[in-house]
């Protein structure tokens, strides 16, 4: 959602923009959304062809790169093969394979080549969580009690780059988000708890807005109501909400408390 989102709002401020979406599987399966198409020229790259991106960069004479949408992280290994040369030059250059060494370096390799990475926040500033009640009912004590715990553990393990999210259920960390992302760590501490949990999402200590920043939509309440999560508890103010108004019917249908919490 984040690349629509961005490339409407920046179409709309009359700004050019040129996008470069991802497709993988030779060219099978499109990783970007394809309805982008409606918002500005697009270039489509196979997965894992850097030398191609770059050089698709200079022809177009791009100077201000944002870095925005979803690559799962275990593509990296069940598709290693589709990468070219220069990708596996630069994975094998790296001193682990964490999503914070991984963006980092593709925004050093990018800067060397002589691309600035810009901040795409300003375009997205109405989608960024606000502190207080975003959808259900208010919460108790005891899930408040859950959730100021859930968040500074999320926080140190974001920090770890280890996931941005924690699963927590009466002062007990059920279930951490590794590779396989939030939705599915949602689902294995359901497993584990049962109904009940509170799940809690958080960025960095000092979030680079430039990439990886924590995002939040329907998807999420759909994973969470399938295992009876009670509590979305998310930090305001680094934390974006997409489709926000379907987001708030679905807290109020499913009866999920979502909560915007500042971090000190």
């Not at 050019?16 to 790259?45: C, H, M, N, Q």
């Not at 630069?90 to 691309?115: N, Y």
């Not at 795409?120 to 108790?140: A, M």
């Not at 103010?237 to 987001?247: A, D, M, Q, S």
């Amino acid at each position: 959602q984040l690349p629509l989102i961005f490339a409407k709002s920046v179409k709309e401020s009359g700004k050019d923009l040129t996008v470069f979406g991802i497709k993988t599987f030779f060219g099978l399966k499109s990783i970007t959304d394809k309805r982008i198409e409606k918002y500005a020229p697009v270039r489509w790259i196979p997965f894992g062809k850097a030398q191609l991106l770059i050089d698709s960069m200079k022809e177009e004479e791009i100077k201000d790169v944002v870095m925005l949408g979803k690559i799962e992280h275990i593509l990296l290994i069940t598709a290693f093969f589709q990468l070219d040369s220069r990708a596996r030059e630069f994975f094998s250059s790296l001193k682990d394979k964490r999503a914070k060494t991984i963006l980092e370096g593709v925004i050093k390799e990018l800067e060397k080549e002589g691309f600035n990475f810009i901040d795409p926040s300003p375009y997205l500033s109405s989608l960024l969580v606000n502190e207080g009640l975003i959808g259900g009912l208010r919460p108790d004590e005891r899930m408040l009690k859950d959730a100021e715990f859930g968040l500074k553990v999320a926080k140190e393990i974001a920090d770890l780059d280890i996931g941005q999210t924690v699963v927590v259920k009466d002062g007990n960390i059920i279930a951490v988000e590794g590779i396989e992302g939030t939705d599915r760590c949602i689902k294995r501490a359901g497993k584990l708890a049962g109904k009940g949990t509170v799940v809690c999402k958080a960025a960095r200590k000092n979030q680079d807005m430039r990439y990886d920043v924590p995002v939040i939509g329907p998807n999420t309440l759909k994973s969470m109501k399938k295992v009876g999560a009670k509590m979305l508890a998310v930090e305001a103010g680094k934390t974006y909400l997409v489709e926000k108004e379907r987001f708030k019917e679905l807290a109020d249908r499913y009866g999920i408390v979502v909560q915007g919490f500042s971090i000190s």
